[in-house]
T-cell receptor
Framework: KQEVTQIPAALSVPEGENLVLNCSFT??????LQWFRQDPGKGLTSLLL?????REQTSGRLNASLDKSSGRSTLYIAASQPGDSATYLC?????????FGKGNQVVVIP | GAGVSQSPSNKVTEKGKDVELRCDPI?????LYWYRQSLGQGLEFLIY????????KSGLPSDRFSAERTGGSVSTLTIQRTQQEDSAVYLC??????????????FGEGSWLTVV
């Protein structure tokens, strides 16, 4: 069974600092990995999708890397802003389902 | 519509009653997923539909849960004889293709179910 772990569970950073969120998974036979953002009381918003053959994806201030062999992905958010405060979820896909971590809860302090 | 639409957004029901949750996926998306998110827990896979293929029901927690997808579009998740442990957010998602397609999965805002 695929297990996905996200560390740290929660973190607070001052505005302007770079954020580094870590995701690890136990089964490296994945199709892809997707990072989501979830605001309180809301659904999930897709941020980045990395295929299993890719090493990284970038979108604006966001960069996600994937090291499939070691079962790790890292989401970097450059120059954090208060609007980045949210829970970030990592999900790996194999077969018909996504296996999710429990999230990194981020607070960016103005 | 522009995104995945779910209804109702909030539902409070009495223990033992049946509830139906509706999902309208993004137009043209052949794959549809239901997940459950309980307080303090991660997202739990429930069921997956892909086109006209038989659904993957392996995540449904008990026979009180069922889901159908009519005409390859709208889906309904039904929970019979609700229990307090069914209280959770039920999230629906869709994607352009199915397994192995590598397509982004888009989620709705969820249906918040409270069983009292």
């Amino acid at each position: 069974k695929q297990e996905v772990t996200q560390i740290p569970a929660a973190l607070s950073v001052p505005e302007g600092e770079n954020l580094v969120l870590n995701c690890s998974f136990t089964d490296s036979a994945i199709y892809n990995l997707q990072w989501f953002r979830q605001d309180p009381g809301k659904g999930l918003t897709s941020l980045l999708l990395i295929q299993s053959s890719q090493r990284e994806q970038t979108s604006g201030r966001l960069n996600a890397s994937l090291d499939k062999s070691s079962g790790r992905s890292t989401l970097y958010i450059a120059a954090s802003q208060p609007g980045d405060s949210a829970t970030y979820l990592c999900a790996v896909r194999r077969g018909n389902r996504l296996a999710f971590g429990k999230g990194n809860q981020v607070v960016v302090i103005p | 519509g522009a995104g995945v639409s779910q209804s109702p957004s909030n539902k409070v029901t009495e223990k033992g009653k049946d509830v139906e949750l509706r999902c309208d996926p993004i137009s043209g998306h052949t794959a549809l997923y239901w997940y459950r998110q309980s307080l303090g827990q991660g997202l739990e896979f429930l069921i997956y539909f892909q086109g006209n293929s038989a659904p993957d029901k392996s995540g449904l927690p008990s026979d009180r849960f069922s889901a159908e997808r009519t005409g390859g579009s709208v889906s309904t998740l039904t929970i019979q004889r609700t229990q307090q442990e069914d209280s959770a957010v039920y999230l629906c998602a869709s994607s352009l293709g199915g397994v192995g397609s590598g397509n982004t999965i888009y989620f709705g805002e969820g249906s918040w179910l409270t069983v009292v």
